[in-house]
């Protein structure tokens, strides 16, 4: 197949989850298939980071988009009926990049990264090719729980303000997500969960599921594991909305319980871009914000427990797969291991959804560690048979080829 993929940001370095999901496929459908890659880039180192790929397949980069003001958000979110995800990667040099590949070439399938990259969709559906649009999460669902949560903290103004924006995007998502799943080929979802949020909307959409995946070539715990830390881990993009809000409810409602029971543990955050609030929990003795690692491996290594306290967000955990296949032992809410079918709470992991549950968790793993080492190799056993990249991507493949999409 000749596969041209839209993508909203640098797949490579793959730092963030959807670099890392849109790395791994490309690579795999690189393989079999001749592939470009027409792909944003915020500047020009990133851009220089990306062509990397050039070896890989057709790679043509377009810097942008441009960064969007709070004024500007402010406004389309009172007067336009888009919502943010669709506004936020429009461009003109984009739009020209892609009518000349377009034009110029020939294509028997367009893969869209993300719901962002919707708008584009419908510009190639014009050429008549066939569309496919890869849903990293159901965007409607995300925000339905950002706004739930935030006006359950009514009267705070903040909460007030940032659970109206959020109701509002809300409603405009649902709208968007509709429209674009009756009018694509093939959506792409990572999960049953986000397959049922999305079949309520357009319940004859074309959906099929294509999980996300762990390297467990690359995530593999070392022969001889050094001792454990003191150390609980939480590892992800830590000014993404869900992760912050993930971090304060633990550092506020469950490490206190934890820290009664065993005083000398303290808390890394790890992860790219740390937002003021969490910066501002760094106290170098009890809580450390580490922000990013070049390599996340060591610190999954030596973690005592890997803690994933999601209360929002959607789609399937790239960071909790990464523990699980570094055999780690990982406590996590319902929210935190949704998407990953086949957990099983007891064998696998643990899961725990109030403060004082996750913290007597947290607490079986650090007194029992016969325990906490057996449910992390039966992790490890789980995610590599079920979720290793090269299990994940002949679905893809197979999923946006022409003749499956004509009979689906």
Same mark, same amino acid.
């Given at each position: 197949?000749?596969?041209?993929?839209?993508?909203?940001?640098?797949?490579?370095?793959?730092?963030?989850?959807?670099?890392?999901?849109?790395?791994?496929?490309?690579?795999?459908?690189?393989?079999?298939?001749?592939?470009?890659?027409?792909?944003? %880039?915020?500047?020009?180192?990133?851009?220089?980071?990306?062509?990397?790929?050039?070896?890989?397949?057709?790679?043509?980069?377009?810097? /942008?988009?441009? &960064?969007?003001?709070?004024?500007?958000?402010?406004?389309?979110?009172?007067?336009?009926?888009?919502?943010?995800?669709?506004?936020?990667?429009?461009?003109?040099?984009?739009?020209?990049?892609?009518?000349?590949?377009?034009?110029?070439?020939?294509?028997?399938?367009?893969? =869209?990264?993300?719901?962002?990259?919707?708008?584009?969709?419908?510009?190639? *559906?014009?050429?008549?090719?066939?569309?496919?649009?890869?849903?990293?999460? =159901? $965007?409607?669902?995300?925000?339905?729980?950002?706004?739930?949560?935030?006006? *359950?903290?009514?009267?705070?103004?903040?909460?007030?303000?940032?659970?109206?924006?959020?109701?509002?995007?809300?409603?405009?998502?649902?709208?968007?997500?509709?429209?674009?799943?009756?009018?694509?080929?093939?959506?792409?979802?990572?999960?049953?969960?986000?397959?049922?949020?999305?079949? *309520?909307?357009?319940?004859?959409?074309?959906?099929?599921?294509? !999980?996300? #995946?762990?390297?467990?070539?690359?995530?593999?715990?070392?022969?001889?594991? &050094? !001792?454990?830390?003191?150390?609980? @881990?939480?590892?992800?993009?830590?000014?993404?909305?869900?992760?912050?809000? =993930?971090?304060?409810?633990?550092?506020?409602?469950?490490?206190?319980?934890?820290?009664?029971?065993?005083?000398?543990?303290?808390?890394?955050?790890? /992860?790219?871009?740390?937002?003021?609030?969490?910066?501002?929990?760094?106290?170098?003795?009890?809580?450390?914000?580490?922000?990013?690692?070049?390599?996340?491996?060591? =610190?999954?290594?030596?973690?005592?427990?890997? @803690?994933?306290?999601?209360?929002?967000?959607?789609?399937?955990?790239?960071?909790?797969?990464?523990?699980?296949?570094?055999?780690? !032992?990982?406590?996590?809410?319902?929210?935190?291991?949704? /998407?990953?079918? /086949?957990?099983?709470?007891?064998?696998?992991?643990?899961?725990?959804?109030?403060?004082?549950?996750?913290?007597? %968790?947290?607490?079986?793993?650090?007194?029992?560690?016969?325990?906490?080492?057996?449910?992390?190799?039966? #992790?490890?056993?789980?995610?590599?048979?079920?979720?290793?990249?090269?299990?994940?991507?002949?679905?893809? $493949?197979?999923?946006?080829? !022409?003749?499956?999409?004509?009979?689906?």
């Amino acid at each position: 197949m000749r596969i041209l993929v839209l993508a909203p940001y640098p797949a490579y370095p793959p730092r963030s989850g959807g670099a890392l999901r849109m790395f791994h496929l490309l690579r795999a459908l690189a393989k079999q298939h001749t592939v470009t890659l027409l792909s944003f %880039a915020p500047d020009e180192s990133a851009a220089q980071a990306l062509a990397s790929l050039q070896n890989l397949m057709h790679l043509q980069v377009v810097i /942008g988009p441009s &960064p969007r003001s709070l004024f500007q958000r402010a406004l389309t979110t009172v007067f336009s009926p888009q919502p943010d995800m669709a506004l936020r990667n429009a461009s003109m040099a984009y739009t020209t990049a892609l009518h000349k590949l377009l034009t110029d070439q020939q294509f028997d399938v367009v893969l =869209a990264e993300s719901i962002e990259m919707a708008p584009y969709l419908l510009q190639v *559906r014009k050429a008549g090719l066939y569309t496919i649009l890869d849903e990293f999460n =159901a $965007e409607y669902l995300l925000q339905r729980r950002a706004a739930l949560t935030d006006l *359950r903290r009514f009267p705070a103004p903040k909460a007030l303000i940032g659970g109206i924006y959020s109701l509002i995007q809300w409603l405009k998502l649902a709208a968007f997500e509709r429209y674009v799943l009756q009018v694509v080929d093939r959506v792409i979802v990572v999960s049953a969960e986000d397959e049922l949020a999305l079949r *309520r909307l357009a319940p004859h959409a074309k959906l099929h599921i294509v !999980p996300n #995946g762990v390297d467990c070539m690359y995530f593999a715990p070392p022969t001889q594991a &050094p !001792p454990p830390t003191n150390d609980l @881990v939480f590892v992800g993009t830590l000014d993404y909305r869900p992760n912050v809000d =993930a971090v304060l409810w633990f550092v506020d409602a469950v490490f206190p319980l934890i820290k009664q029971m065993h005083p000398a543990l303290r808390l890394r955050l790890i /992860g790219r871009r740390p937002h003021p609030n969490v910066l501002a929990l760094h106290d170098d003795r009890h809580i450390i914000v580490t922000g990013e690692v070049a390599d996340t491996r060591p =610190a999954l290594t030596e973690a005592a427990v890997v @803690v994933i306290p999601m209360r929002i967000g959607g789609g399937s955990r790239l960071k909790l797969l990464e523990a699980l296949a570094m055999a780690t !032992p990982v406590v996590s809410t319902s929210f935190g291991a949704e /998407g990953v079918a /086949g957990l099983r709470n007891g064998e696998h992991l643990l899961l725990a959804d109030t403060p004082a549950t996750f913290a007597q %968790a947290v607490s079986r793993l650090i007194t029992d560690r016969a325990f906490a080492q057996q449910l992390g190799l039966a #992790g490890r056993t789980f995610v590599c048979a079920n979720y290793d990249w090269t299990r994940i991507a002949p679905r893809l $493949e197979a999923a946006i080829s !022409p003749a499956a999409i004509l009979t689906s």
